[in-house]
C-alpha cells in the first residue's frame, strides 16, 4: 500500500505531511470544544474497532504482503497502519518539544535563579540535536564523530548510569531502616527477603553447600518464587489486565472523563 | 544501651561508604568465587545451543545506559554465544539507546568471532510503540522494519535472505529492564509459538519467573549473577566475575546491616524490659 518514495519525492513527502498535520492540528484546536469533543471520540472508537474486528472476525488462509497467512478482509491493512502510526507517536514528541520550549522560554525570559535549569535544558537539547545530526549524516567529519562520541558516549551514557547506581545507596540505607521485625508480617517479609537476597548471589549458595540439596538456598528460593511469588504476581496481574480491558473500553467508547473527552 | 541505640541509627553517609567499599573491593582483588548455575540460566544457555548454523535470531536489546551494569554483560554473553553458534541474528530496540548500546557490543565480538555486519547481523534500530509496531512486523518483517539503523534498504543485506515473516525467527532474545518482553509473548512468542529467552534485570527476576514456570519463555538469565553464570558456561574470562562478586559484597553488606540492626533492637527491647520499661 505504501511505496518508499526516493531523491525529491522524499522531501515533497515529508514537507507536504509536515503541512498537512499542522493544518490538521490548527483546524481541530479552532473547533469548538463540543465539535472537537466528537472528531477525538470518533477516530478513537474506529481505530480501536478496526483492530477488535480484525482480532475477532473468521479468518481464512490468504495472501498478506505477498505471504501466505491466515486473516480476514481487515488483515491486509494492519501493516500500513503499523507503519502509519509511529508518525502520529512523532507528532506527539513534536508537541512535547514545542510544549517544554514554551515553558522553559518564558523561566528564561523571567530570569532568576532556578532559570538556569532551563538554559541548561536549551544547551542540552541543541547540543544533542545538533550533534546527532553532524554525526548521521552520510559523510560525518572526524569533529562531528568526536563531538557525538563525548556527548553520548561522555555525557548522556554515564548520566545516566549515574543517576540509576544512586538508587543503589538509597535501597541500601532504606532497607537498613524499614525491614525490622516489629511484628509476624515484618517477620516473614524479613525471612523472605534474605533467604531470596542470599539465594541471588554466589556468596549466599556457598553457605549452604554443604547442606542436602533440598537445602541449598538457591533451591529454597526458587521454591519461594515460584511456589509462594508466581500465585500472587499473577493473582496481581489478572487483576491488572481486567482493569486495563475495562479503562480501554472506557476510552473506545468515549465514556473516559478527562483532559481529552471533557472539559 | 548506647552502642545497641547507635548499631540501629547507623548514619546513612556510613552506610554510603561501606557501600562504595563493597562494591569497589573486589575489582581490586582477585577473588574467584565458584558459580553454580541456576536452571534457569542454564535452560537459556541451552535454547542458543540448539540452535543450527545460520538460524535468524531477533535480539531486542531494551535497555539503556542506566542498567548497563546488568543488562551490558547479559548482551556480552548472549551474542558471544550467538556469534560462536554462527547465528544470524538482527538487533532491535523499543529504547532511544538499545540499538548503540548493542551496536557497539556486536562491533567488538565481531571482531573476535569474525561476524560481519550485514552478512551475519544486522541492526534495525530503535522503533516506537511496541504494541502497534509488534502487530504488524509478525505479518511482514521487510515491510515493516524497512531499512536498518543507517537508513538502508533491508535487500542489500545477505543476513535478511529468507526473512518474511516472524515464523522464520528461529529464537527472540530479549535483555531487558522493562515489560517488553510481555509485549513480545502476546504478540510474537505466544500467537506464532516463536521460542522466546530473556535477561531481565535482578529486580525483575521474581515477575519473570511467572512466564518461566508456565513455559511461555523457555529460559531466563537472572540479572548480573545470571551473566556470571552464563560466562561461566561459555568458558569466557571478561570482567563478569568480578561484577558478580560486587553485586554479591552489597547483597552481603544489606543481609549484615539488617540482621545488625534488628538483634541490637531486640537486645534493646529485652534489656528495657528487665530494667522495668525505661528505655
Redesign the interface.
Same mark, same amino acid.
Given at each position: 500500500m505504501f511505496t $518508499?518514495k526516493i531523491g525529491g519525492a522524499w522531501y515533497g513527502y515529508i514537507v507536504g505531511s509536515l503541512l498537512a498535520g499542522i493544518v490538521l492540528l490548527v483546524v481541530l484546536m479552532q473547533l469548538p470544544q463540543r465539535a472537537r469533543k466528537y472528531v477525538l471520540w470518533t477516530v478513537t472508537f474506529l481505530g480501536g474497532l478496526f %483492530?477488535a474486528l480484525e482480532f475477532f472476525l473468521p479468518t481464512h488462509e490468504m495472501l +498478506?504482503?505477498?505471504?501466505k &497467512?491466515d486473516g480476514n478482509f481487515l !488483515?491486509p491493512f =494492519?501493516? $500500513?497502519? /503499523?507503519?502509519v @502510526? $509511529?508518525v502520529i507517536?512523532?507528532f506527539a514528541v513534536g508537541l512535547g518539544v514545542i510544549n517544554l520550549f514554551q515553558m522553559h522560554t518564558k523561566r528564561v525570559l523571567k530570569w532568576n535563579l532556578d532559570s538556569i535549569n532551563s538554559v541548561a535544558f536549551f544547551v542540552a537539547m541543541i547540543a544533542m540535536t545538533v550533534g546527532h545530526l553532524m554525526a548521521k549524516s552520510p559523510h560525518p567529519s572526524p569533529f562531528a564523530t568526536s563531538l557525538y562520541k563525548v556527548l553520548?558516549e561522555g555525557a548522556?551514557?554515564?548520566l545516566? &548510569?549515574t543517576?540509576?547506581?544512586i538508587i543503589?545507596?538509597y +535501597? /541500601? !540505607?532504606a532497607? %537498613? #531502616?524499614a525491614? #525490622? +521485625?516489629r511484628s509476624l508480617e515484618a517477620t516473614l517479609l524479613?525471612a523472605t527477603? +534474605?533467604i =531470596?537476597?542470599?539465594g541471588?548471589?554466589?556468596?549466599?549458595? @556457598?553457605l549452604t553447600?554443604a547442606l542436602p540439596e533440598y537445602l541449598h538456598v538457591?533451591v529454597v528460593r526458587?521454591w519461594i @518464587? /515460584?511456589k509462594v511469588? &508466581?500465585p500472587a /504476581? #499473577?493473582a496481581i496481574?489478572v487483576g491488572l489486565g481486567i482493569g486495563s480491558l475495562a479503562v480501554g473500553l472506557r476510552i473506545w467508547l468515549g465514556l473516559e472523563r478527562g483532559s481529552y473527552f471533557d472539559n | 544501651m548506647k552502642a545497641l541505640r547507635f548499631l540501629q541509627t547507623v548514619d546513612r553517609r556510613v552506610i554510603y561508604v561501606l557501600l562504595m567499599l563493597s562494591v569497589t573491593a573486589p575489582f581490586f582483588l582477585s577473588i574467584r568465587l565458584p558459580m553454580m548455575v541456576s536452571p534457569a540460566t542454564q535452560a537459556f544457555y541451552n535454547a542458543i545451543d540448539a540452535l543450527q548454523p545460520g538460524d535468524f535470531v531477533l535480539f531486542s536489546s531494551d535497555w539503556e545506559a542506566g542498567t548497563r551494569g546488568e543488562n551490558g554483560p547479559q548482551t556480552e554473553a548472549a551474542l558471544t554465544h550467538l556469534m560462536r553458534k554462527k547465528c544470524r541474528f538482527a538487533i532491535i530496540s523499543f529504547q532511544p539507546q538499545g540499538p548503540k548500546l548493542a551496536q557497539d557490543i556486536a562491533e567488538r565480538l565481531g571482531k573476535e568471532y569474525d561476524s560481519v555486519e550485514g552478512r551475519d547481523w544486522i541492526n534495525w534500530g530503535y522503533k516506537v510503540d511496541a504494541k502497534n509496531y509488534l502487530k504488524g512486523f509478525v505479518r511482514d518483517i521487510p515491510g515493516v522494519v524497512k531499512t536498518n539503523n543507517k537508513t538502508e534498504p533491508l535487500e542489500k543485506f545477505p543476513v535478511m535472505r529468507g526473512i518474511k515473516t516472524a515464523s522464520d525467527i528461529k529464537l527472540l532474545v530479549s535483555i531487558t529492564p522493562s515489560n517488553v518482553y510481555q509485549t513480545y509473548i502476546q504478540f510474537v512468542a505466544g500467537p506464532l509459538k516463536v521460542p522466546m529467552v530473556v535477561a531481565p534485570t535482578s529486580v525483575m527476576v521474581p515477575e519473570v519467573f511467572n512466564y518461566l514456570d508456565s513455559k511461555q519463555i523457555l529460559g531466563m538469565m537472572p540479572g548480573l549473577p545470571g551473566a556470571g553464570e552464563y560466562e561461566g558456561l561459555l568458558k569466557t574470562n571478561t570482567k563478569v566475575t568480578r561484577f558478580a562478586n560486587s553485586a554479591s559484597f552489597a547483597h552481603v553488606l544489606i543481609i549484615f546491616l539488617i540482621v545488625m540492626g534488628n538483634i541490637a533492637m531486640v537486645m534493646e527491647r529485652r534489656q528495657s524490659a528487665r530494667s522495668g520499661g525505661q528505655a
Open positions: $518508499p %483492530y +498478506i504482503e505477498g505471504n &497467512a !488483515s =494492519v501493516v $500500513p497502519m /503499523t507503519n @502510526l $509511529p507517536s512523532a553520548f548522556l551514557q554515564s545516566d &548510569a543517576m540509576f547506581s543503589a545507596f +535501597i /541500601t !540505607s532497607a %537498613y #531502616r525491614f #525490622r +521485625i524479613l527477603a +534474605i =531470596v537476597m542470599l541471588q548471589i554466589t556468596l549466599g549458595q @556457598l553447600h538457591e526458587n @518464587l /515460584t511469588n &508466581a /504476581t #499473577r496481574s | -
